[in-house]
């Protein structure tokens, strides 16, 4: 169960990525962290949006999850197009 929850969270967490150009210095785990938040985060929304009634499929899934890995590049100072700095510091500047 929890292997199937892991490569769920890679599929749509990878399609999540790919979405947004740009490339992404994320992990396998992190990739696969983000698909599973946004899967749990639309499976919220739509659960408080229609009393239960349905289940959000995976396009949800893929939208919460792309706006979720919008936000993780705009804390690394990114933006859309741009996936921003990956971690490091101002290097030494060149003569």
């Keep these: 169960m929890i292997l199937i929850l892991f490569i769920q969270g890679l599929v749509i967490g990878a399609f999540a990525r ?11 785990w992190m990739t696969a962290a983000i698909g599973i938040a946004g899967s749990l985060i639309a499976g919220l929304v739509f659960y408080f949006l229609t009393d239960g009634q349905e289940a959000p499929g995976f396009l949800a899934a893929l939208v919460v999850s792309v706006g979720l890995v919008y936000l993780v590049r705009r804390s690394r100072g ?10 490091k510091g101002p290097g030494p500047r060149p003569r």
């Design 78 to 87: 990114g933006g859309l197009l741009d996936p921003g700095s990956h971690g």
């Design 18 to 28: 790919l979405a947004l150009p740009g490339k992404d210095p994320m992990s396998i």
